[in-house]
């Protein structure tokens, strides 16, 4: 059964940092598509930032220059270093993955999440 584990969440001030982790019981990251995601209060999930098997990444543009993803396959561990946080990027921030090794966003499995509050 896959397992995927977050932590690293936290209270930071705006322009602060926190690197995220993402815990997989299996070797998923050398093989699937990984993705965060997040959910606000009152808002919708939404992807901030996804990796294939072969390492390509993508962002949402409220992130990009600010947000880096990474994967260490020997740890079986995904991260989401987050610099110069901002308010609105006060969320819970979830890890997932797809089980393909290409995304499609079709995200089978999902961590409990952890939460990240940034205040001015």
């Known amino acids: 059964q896959v397992q995927l584990v977050e932590s690293g969440g936290g209270s930071v001030q705006a322009g602060g940092s926190l690197r995220l982790s993402c815990a997989a019981s299996?070797?998923?990251?050398?093989?699937?598509?990984m993705g965060w995601f997040r959910q606000a209060p009152g808002k919708e999930r939404e992807l901030v930032a996804r990796?294939?098997?072969?390492?390509?990444?993508t962002y949402a543009d409220s992130v990009k220059g600010r947000f880096t993803i990474a994967k260490d396959n020997a740890k079986n561990t995904l991260y989401l270093q987050m610099n110069s946080l901002r308010p609105e990027d006060t969320a819970i921030y979830y890890c997932?993955?797809?089980?393909?090794?290409?995304?499609?966003?079709?995200?089978?499995?999902w961590g409990q999440g952890t939460q990240v509050t940034a205040s001015s």
């Open positions: 997932a993955t797809e089980e393909r090794t290409y995304c499609t966003g079709a995200y089978a499995y």
């Open positions: 299996r070797y998923l990251l050398r093989l699937y598509c």
């Open positions: 990796i294939d098997s072969g390492g390509s990444t």
